[in-house]
Antibody, heavy 122, light 110 residues
């Protein structure tokens, strides 16, 4: 079964750090671009970041640029999101998602994880 | 990058058709055919319904269709069913390696 499972969310104080993980299974992880998308409580979806299939290229939304780093370990079939200098407005469910494209990005997400909640509060 | 504009709500009776719009600019929707649509039921992860403006992934009913004209993309749901009641989000490549979502539309089946 094709599956993505996020972990690492939790409660963190403003200014703190957190690393999210996304374990992939059921497909050739190293062949796909991957993304992080977040959703604040009661709000819409917001794209956060993408990384190419071999991890050598990544891009970020302006709202997180400089505070967030996306990475991947293809040997472990795992995607990561390191988040630093967290703010209250980063509070959201964070989803990892697989790009529909094979070795190339189509910026469409065909497989989603169940999400992990990040709460930034003192 | 500003969010794409969607109506907050839409509704229709079972069996009817409903169309949800997604308005962007000439820098995103108008310039690229990378428009996608997602369905999200409460407390669930989003599900891809349409990609590349009008293509359906395997398993998505052909009651769902997409189109684009100028800076506005549209999702049409025909033959509305109770299980279609959900939030719908559009997205588009926005240039400069950005991707932008719409604010979402809550579809109610009356």
């Amino acid at each position: 079964e094709v599956q993505l499972v996020e972990s690492g969310g939790g409660l963190v104080q403003p200014g703190g750090s957190l690393r999210l993980s996304c374990a992939a299974s059921g497909f050739t992880f190293s062949s796909y671009w991957m993304h992080w998308v977040r959703q604040a409580p009661g709000k819409g979806l917001v794209w956060v970041s993408r990384i190419n299939f071999d991890g050598r290229s990544s891009t970020y939304a302006d709202s997180v640029k400089g505070r967030v780093t996306i990475s991947r370990d293809n040997a472990k079939n795992t995607l990561y999101l390191q988040m630093n200098s967290l703010r209250a407005e980063d509070t959201a469910v964070y989803y990892c998602a697989r790009d529909l494209g094979y070795y190339d990005t189509q910026d469409a997400f065909d497989i989603w994880g169940q999400g992990t909640m990040v709460t930034v509060s003192s | 990058q500003s969010a794409l504009t969607q109506p907050p709500s839409a509704s229709g009776s079972p069996g009817q058709s409903v169309t949800i719009s997604c308005t962007g600019t000439s820098s995103d929707v108008g310039d690229y055919n990378s428009v996608s649509w997602y369905q999200q039921h409460p407390t669930k992860a989003p599900k891809l319904m349409i990609y590349d403006v009008s293509k359906r992934p395997s398993g998505v009913p052909d009651r769902f269709s997409g189109s684009k004209s100028g800076n506005t993309a549209s999702l049409t749901v025909s033959g509305l069913q109770a299980e279609d009641e959900a939030d719908y989000y559009c997205s588009s490549y926005g240039g400069s390696n950005n991707l932008v979502f719409g604010g979402g539309t809550k579809l109610t089946v009356l």
